[in-house]
Structure formats: structure tokens, C-alpha cells
């Protein structure tokens, strides 16, 4: 029987978290090993990643309908920062007061120092460091998009899809594996408890910022087309709830262009955007991934100010464009930018890995629900120009 990623997750959870209270110390140091080595090898990966998502990703905007395109990532990168932006000022408000503190007005201690450490090691230093990767990435990317070099750009995509494997076989089997001995390891540290009520809290509020992201795309979409808003939201409704069930953009796009025609968006408009914001349209995971590192910081005792988190933002926001399109794929695109920009060590990125796979269909039920907004808003942006899409596919072609 065929069990999905979140039910593993979740199972991997349950089964670490009852294991970590019989269990030995032995046998949560065998499994803190284990977690030492995916983490190692997980870090190895990340700068690998980076360039083999960005780097074609970028590259591909380069080629098709010139000011459609342009147009349309604009207005996604917008959206992006926008959500980044309503997740940070509703976890700056909201997180310190929910974790912050416990009962008797007491900080949370640092749920990793209460880990056990594994028997041993290996390590496994990355080819380059994150940010070599960012640079570079984008160096490159930036560099396909201009000259439109079809040969490099084969064997950047070539590469892409030996990186979806490696995520495919290795990382996402192996996660709920690592997730178990995370959980089994905070239980035997006494943390369970901490973590369980962070999940809770931070899973509601998420889901929260992602309607109000919603309406705030519909209410911008029906100002600037004169649309009926909650009409325009019922149309997508199918569209939510397909992608609430597949956790994913690409094998909703069917209903959603459908649902998106419902709206009223010319056919040219929605047969193009819609299967371009499945890729690069991500507002639902961008609010998680910022809500969640949020969280994870602040358990931690890290900084929360609007200095440290808006440059990560802006970043995250170039790095959906390239998130593979596997299951929690938006999350392994940034984790060299928690790592990097924000911080975060191993166990830190267990947890933000964890958090955002419990909760990655309502995440892209948000992306392809406002993949629809996005459509109107650049049905109406465009106007008559709609024909010169004809002309910049002939030449591109």
C-alpha cells in the first residue's frame, strides 16, 4: 500500500515521539547518528540544489513570450514579497507572545540543547559554500536569460533533474526516518511538549495569513479589473481543494486554468500564465517557510528584527522562481538560505523541513488559488497588448 509523504511524516512523528520515552539512550544515540549523517549529506546537497534549480530556472524566463513574461514575474515576485512581507509583521506580532514565553513568564530554553549527539560522524564539506552557490547561480542564470545559450542551458536542466532524483530517492524517503530520530531524541530530552504546542500554534496561524494573502490578491485583482471578488474567489474554489488533495501546482494546472477562464481571463492570458505561476508563483509557501523559520527563531532565541528577515525574504522570493517541483520542494530551495542568511544549523532545518511538510497542501492550495488573482490582475496590465504574444512566441520559436 502507497502511503504519501505527510502520512509518513506524521507516522514518523507519532512513532519518535512514543519511542523517545521507552527507548534507551543507546538506541536515541544510534538514531542521533543516523540524524548526523542525513544532515551532513543534506548540507553537501544544499549548495548543489541552488544551482541546479536557479540557475535553469532563471534561465527559463529568458525564452517564450518576451513582455508577457516579464510582466507576469514582476507581478509574482510582488505577490511573494507581499505574503514574506504579511507573514513577518503577523509572526512578529504574534509569535514572541504565543512562544516566547511559557506560562510563568519564562523563556523557552533551547530545545537542541537538550539533544543527545550521536556515536560519530562523517563529514561531508559541500563542492562550495551557499552563498558561492546563490552568487553563482544567479550569475548564470541571469546569463542564460540574456543570451539564450540553448547548450549550457541542456545541461543546466540535465543536471536539475539528476538534483529532482537525489531529492526524489534520497532526501524525501529518508525524511520521515530523520524526522523520527529528531522527535524520539526531543522526548528523551524532555522538549516533546514544547515542540507539539509550537507545530499546533504556528500550523493555525499559517493557515490564517494564507486566507487573509488571498483576500488581499482578490481584493487587488477586483479593484484593478472591476471584477466581483467573492465571485472570482468561488470560481477558484475547485482549483483549492484539487490542490489541497495532490500537494501540487503542476497537476492542478488543469483545473486551475479552467476555473481561471470561469474568471473571465482571456484564453491567450490563462493558457500562459497559469502554467507559468505553477513555477514561479509561490505566496502560500512562502508564508509557511517565513512563518515557520519565525517560529523555529524564536524558540531559539534568535533575532526577529525586520533588518534580518526582509533580506532573507527578497531572496526567498528569487529562489521560488527556481523550487523544484517535488513534494516540499519549495523548503529544499531554501534551506541554503535559512542556513546561510538566517543561521540555522541541522537541527534547526529538521524542524523548519517538518513544519512545512505538515501543513505543504494548504501551501499550494494558496499558490494556484492566487495563481488565479495573478492572472487577472495581468489580463487587465496587459489590454490590447495581448496580441503581441502571438509575435514574441513566433520569434522566439
Not at 516533546?192 to 495569513?209: D, E, H, L, P, Q
Not at 501546482?249 to 497559469?274: C, R, Y
Not at 533575532?303 to 525574504?313: E, G, K, Y
Amino acid at each position: 500500500m502507497k502511503i504519501g509523504l505527510l502520512p509518513r511524516l506524521l507516522i514518523g512523528i507519532g512513532l519518535g515521539i512514543v519511542s523517545g520515552l521507552f527507548l534507551p539512550q543507546w538506541w536515541i544515540e544510534l538514531f542521533a547518528t543516523l540524524n548526523v549523517l542525513f544532515g551532513n549529506f543534506l548540507n553537501f546537497v544544499i549548495p548543489l540544489i541552488i544551482l541546479g534549480f536557479i540557475a535553469p530556472g532563471i534561465g527559463e524566463l529568458g525564452k517564450g513570450a518576451g513582455k508577457l513574461v516579464s510582466l507576469t514575474a514582476s507581478v509574482a515576485y510582488g505577490s511573494t514579497i507581499i505574503a514574506g512581507l504579511l507573514a513577518f509583521f503577523a509572526g512578529s506580532m504574534i509569535l514572541p507572545k504565543m512562544l516566547g514565553a511559557s506560562g510563568n513568564g519564562e523563556s523557552f530554553e533551547n530545545p537542541e540543547e537538550f539533544l543527545l549527539e550521536g556515536f560519530f560522524k562523517v563529514d561531508m564539506p559541500p563542492v562550495m559554500s551557499v552563498m558561492t552557490a546563490l552568487i553563482l547561480a544567479f550569475i548564470l542564470g541571469l546569463g542564460l536569460a540574456s543570451i539564450q545559450g540553448n547548450a549550457l542551458q541542456k545541461a543546466f536542466e540535465d543536471f536539475r533533474r539528476i538534483i529532482e532524483k537525489v531529492i526524489q530517492v534520497v532526501i524525501i524517503p529518508l525524511l520521515p526516518v530523520h524526522i523520527f530520530g529528531i522527535f524520539a531524541n526531543m522526548t528523551h530530552g524532555g522538549q516533546v511538549a514544547t515542540i507539539m504546542s509550537t507545530f499546533i500554534k504556528v500550523f493555525a496561524m499559517i493557515i490564517v495569513i494564507h486566507l487573509v494573502m488571498l483576500l488581499l490578491q482578490y481584493t487587488t485583482a477586483s479593484a484593478l479589473s472591476g471584477k466581483n471578488m467573492i465571485q472570482s474567489l468561488r470560481n477558484m474554489v475547485p482549483a483549492y481543494f484539487t490542490a489541497l488533495g495532490t500537494q501540487s501546482s503542476a497537476s492542478t494546472i488543469p483545473v486551475t486554468l479552467k476555473q481561471t477562464k470561469k474568471n473571465k481571463v482571456g484564453d491567450k492570458i490563462a493558457e500562459f500564465v497559469v502554467p507559468l505561476c505553477a513555477n514561479i508563483h509561490l505566496s502560500g509557501s512562502t508564508i509557511t517557510i517565513v512563518s515557520a523559520a519565525m517560529a523555529v527563531m524564536t524558540l531559539n532565541g534568535m533575532d526577529l528584527s525586520f533588518a534580518n528577515i526582509f533580506p532573507f525574504i527578497l531572496a526567498l522570493g528569487l529562489t521560488m522562481i527556481a523550487a523544484p517541483g517535488v513534494p516540499g520542494g519549495a523548503v529544499m530551495a531554501a534551506l541554503g538560505l535559512l542556513q546561510s542568511m538566517l543561521g540555522f544549523n541541522e537541527a534547526m532545518l529538521s524542524l523548519m523541513i517538518a513544519l512545512y511538510l505538515a501543513q505543504d497542501s494548504f501551501g499550494t492550495a494558496t499558490n494556484v488559488t492566487g495563481d488565479g488573482a495573478i492572472s487577472i490582475i495581468v489580463d487587465k496590465l496587459m489590454g490590447k497588448n495581448v496580441s503581441e504574444v502571438d509575435m514574441d512566441e513566433k520569434q522566439s520559436a
